[in-house]
């Protein structure tokens, strides 16, 4: 949509901005060698996008006061220009009281967030202890009273 944030700050909104100024960019890596090279309407444009971000952050951040915004994907491996726009936002924007011990900082989990999240979540879900307990006294084939007297913590004598 027109004036929505993945128009205004994603790779494609980038490259297609750069392409506007007649760089030739194919695809992020493009993007990331110019900006690497130092490019100046790379980083001006990776800096602007991370400022449309800071944009929407600033409301969560005031609304909601966290103490840590990570932000992933494509966007932060072009370089810290994203988190500096997105950090430029949120501390002008902001309250000094939600700022105070705020950290906005790059995932280091690069292309593999959705994964390690996935698995959390799954990890969480199958092996907290509520979950073992309702799997435990569901289960049509219960184990046997001392096998189960282990898993539930009960000493044994």
């Given amino acids: 949509n027109h004036g929505c944030l993945e128009a205004l700050a994603s790779v494609p909104a980038i490259t297609r901005q750069l ?9 992020e890596t493009d993007i990331c060698q110019l900006m690497a090279a ?12 991370g400022r449309d971000i800071g944009d929407v952050l600033a409301t969560v951040v005031n ?4 103490s840590v915004i990570v932000v992933g994907g494509v966007l932060t491996e072009l370089g810290e ?5 997105i950090r430029e936002v949120i501390y002008r924007r902001c309250t000094p009281l939600a700022t105070s011990g705020l950290q906005v900082a790059a995932s280091a ?14 990890v969480q879900d199958v092996l907290s ?8 006294t569901s289960s049509p084939e219960r184990p046997s009273g001392a096998t189960q007297n282990r898993l539930s ?4 004598g």
């Fill in 153 to 156: 913590g009960a000493k044994q």
């Fill in 63 to 66: 609304l909601l006061n966290p």
């Fill in 129 to 136: 202890p509520a979950a073992i307990q309702a799997t435990l």
């Fill in 19 to 27: 392409r506007n100024k007649g760089l030739h960019i194919n695809d």
């Fill in 81 to 85: 220009q994203v988190v500096a726009g």
């Fill in 38 to 49: 130092g490019n100046t309407h790379v980083l001006q444009a990776a800096r602007q996008a």
């Fill in 109 to 122: 989990a690069g292309d593999h967030a959705a994964i390690y999240g996935a698995s959390a979540s799954a």
